[in-house]
């Protein structure tokens, strides 16, 4: 890392400062309907990910789920296994009978890698019809799908031959996306390449909590940027491979990623604490999004990451930013940690069932950072962990006055996505937290769906937008 380098990006964090200075999201008594607002289309609906509902799955997750650490501590909490999950595998009718019943028109899924190529070079053909089948389903109901490439998993035959690490696994996966555009482009146009890098990254590289359990920074800075270069490849098979204008509205695909924010604030004063929440907020904020716009993988961070790299195909190559959301940490810099600070709560805030902060705020500041760049965004995340069901009537009424409000001072929002329809395996914490907008029964034979009070605000919101949400007439 060059000095001058180390010396701009200090100088950079103390100017930039980036949530004290962001606007406030007031005035909630004032707040424009949601329909004046948000765009004729505007797509409400709800999101989940092939691994955490399908049930069924074999691929490195799975794998990694039976082991535990070192110190003999399983890696999923009480050695949980993902298993059968929600069954959405066989039950994906049931799914689209809840989406009808919210008055969804939208429902980002993810199509399994591991199932649709078990084997290099295999390809499960019925599973394929099965997905395609999904497809013709949900727009048959008026669901719009958006559908992610890769949402964590790897097949187990990338994973063995060293995974993200494995400069090929994005040959691999171009391939892989060129066959789903070429089977399902018919049905689909709005693509999410991959599911948040940087968190991938973070957790599977760098704290080591996620397969494949490496904890260096350095290593996890290698697979961000190797992510990056798999996302510009995938978009260019998408827009070959899928010409299809499957809605009719001029465009065969729109490709974006799903990109997590967090408010990182510095919890002190202290300029060490702020030039760290600088460094944090670029490193896993900021560089994801500019990469669009410059055509560059950009990532620095003291001591770990200094990337600078021109990739083809990455300029421009978002037609949409897809954010997940979910909350606020406070950055107290650590020089003795890896990362060199740890994140806390605010004090004496509200938290969810898993101790993040509620922060609605943050949506809107995230919103007004991203929304008025000329890419249109879509909120492909956000929820809470709630085991009683009792407070996400709040917190989603509250998240969506806040995209209400960014909206209506310009920020160019076109979807919603509540993370999450169901209940569902929440990786290393297991079956514990509950996000769903139903409440899943794990231990019925048929993983009853049962609607939690958060599905009449949802409605609520759906009405409001000429929506309609209609009652499930089967006993899902
Ligand atoms: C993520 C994922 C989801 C999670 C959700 C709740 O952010 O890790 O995209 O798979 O389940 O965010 O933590």
Redesign the pocket.
Known sequence: MSVSRLAKGVLSSLASEPHPSAPRLSGLETLPRPRDVLRPGFLLGA?T?SH?VEGGNDNDWSEWEKGSFPDGTPHIKEGQVSGAACDSWNRFADDVALLRELGANAYRLSVEWSRLEPEEGAWNEAAADRYLEGMRLLRAQGIQPMVTLN??TLPRWVAAQGGWENERTVEWIAAFTRRVARKLGGEVDLWCTL??PN?LTT?GYMDGLWPPGVKDPKRGAQVLARMLRAHARMAAELREHDTVDADGDGQATRVGL?H?VRIFQPATRSPLDRVLAGFTDRFFNQAVVEANRTGRIQLYAPGVADIDEEVPGLKGSYDYLGL?Y?TRDMLHSDLRSPKLSRLTVAEGRPVND?GWELYPEGLYQVLMRYGREGLPIYVT?N?M?DTSGERRPDFLQRHFEALVRAASEGADVRGYFH??LMD????A?GYE?R?GLYRVDYSSPEKRREPTPAVATFQALARDLGLEPRARTDAA
């Open positions: 999101a990910a955490q949402h964590f599911n948040e968190v957790f799903s997590h997940n979910y898993l995340e929820g962990a993370w999450s569902n395996f929440e990786w914490e937290p996000f």
